[in-house]
């Protein structure tokens, strides 16, 4: 039995494209949130869509959300069956299903870069900006990864804005590069959020980041977003219709484990 399961392990990881998880010992090996987008439908027990609709340079729509072949896919296309050129996105958040303070949050990602399209994995919080003075209790935005529109294949960017998006907004951000964000095979992106700070990671290894040090430390309970939106310009001639774009954003599997200190 136990060469049985050690050689399904194997194939698991071998499949996968990348080693299986390797959790810091301050959290819970066992998930409070996780999908691993087996089925053919949105889990609408877990997701909802967020913030359907305009956004900025897109309509958020759910027809851009697609699960198949044991992945989440995201799409950015556009139509002119209108006579005019519009391009849509989509969005989907755990703010009405899951939301939890601390954890180690982690999603296995790949995308293809268009020009103008931005994708990322956030953590938020329902109450950010709400009380300046105090933004650990109105919690944070965490962009676990985010490839930002002017960004380039082998870039990507941890971030953590604070007090709102007026004009007392407050961020952190680190833009990092890696290749391996090109050779079409995913990737974990995680942070490890506990009451002493934030700690990000990519395949496992801890990110060596200055300055998050000097960021607020959020106690709120917070949710996770899977997004993908045109801020400021794009393609004169969009991104092509929904079957035949190639600005997608993948997902594999998203997991968050609960932080329990030095328990185990």
């Known amino acids: 039995m136990k060469i049985q399961l050690t050689y399904t392990l194997l194939l698991s990881t071998l499949f996968s494209g990348y080693a299986l998880a390797q959790i810091p010992n301050e959290f819970s090996p066992t998930p409070s949130f996780e999908d691993n987008?087996?089925?053919t439908i949105l889990n609408i027990q877990k997701w909802?869509?967020?913030g359907l609709g305009v956004r900025k340079n897109c309509i958020n729509t759910q027809s851009a959300v697609i699960v198949r072949n044991g992945h989440l896919t995201i799409k950015?296309?556009?139509n002119s069956s209108s006579g005019k050129l519009q391009n849509y996105c989509g969005m989907i958040s755990t703010q009405k299903s899951f939301l939890q303070s601390y954890g180690y949050w982690e999603a296995a990602i790949r995308f293809n870069r268009a020009e103008g399209n931005q994708v990322a994995f956030w953590v938020q919080?329902?109450?950010?900006?709400l009380d300046l003075t105090n933004p650990e209790k109105s919690g944070v935005e965490i962009d676990v990864f985010e490839h930002l529109a002017e960004a380039t294949q082998?870039?990507?960017?941890?971030?953590?804005h604070w007090n709102g998006y007026g004009s007392a907004h407050k961020e952190w951000s680190k833009r990092l590069s890696t290749n391996k964000l090109a050779d079409g095979q995913f990737h974990k992106f995680a942070v490890a959020w506990t009451p002493n700070?934030?700690?990000?990671?990519?395949d496992d290894i801890p990110q060596?980041?200055?300055?998050?040090?000097?960021?607020p430390i959020s106690i709120a309970n917070q949710y996770i977003i899977l997004s993908s939106e045109v801020p400021r310009s794009y393609p004169a001639q969009g991104y092509g219709p929904i079957n035949a774009t190639t600005a997608t954003f993948d997902v594999d599997y998203i997991k968050v484990y609960p932080y329990i200190g030095n328990k185990k």
Not at 125 to 129: A, E, I, Y
Not at 208 to 215: A, H
């Open 48 to 50: 909802d869509y967020r």
């Open 154 to 160: 082998d870039q990507y960017d941890h971030a953590i």
């Open 37 to 39: 987008f087996d089925g």
């Open 125 to 129: 919080s329902p109450t950010m900006g």
């Open 197 to 202: 700070g934030y700690t990000f990671y990519v």
């Open 208 to 215: 060596n980041l200055s300055g998050l040090d000097q960021v």
């Open 76 to 78: 950015t296309y556009s």
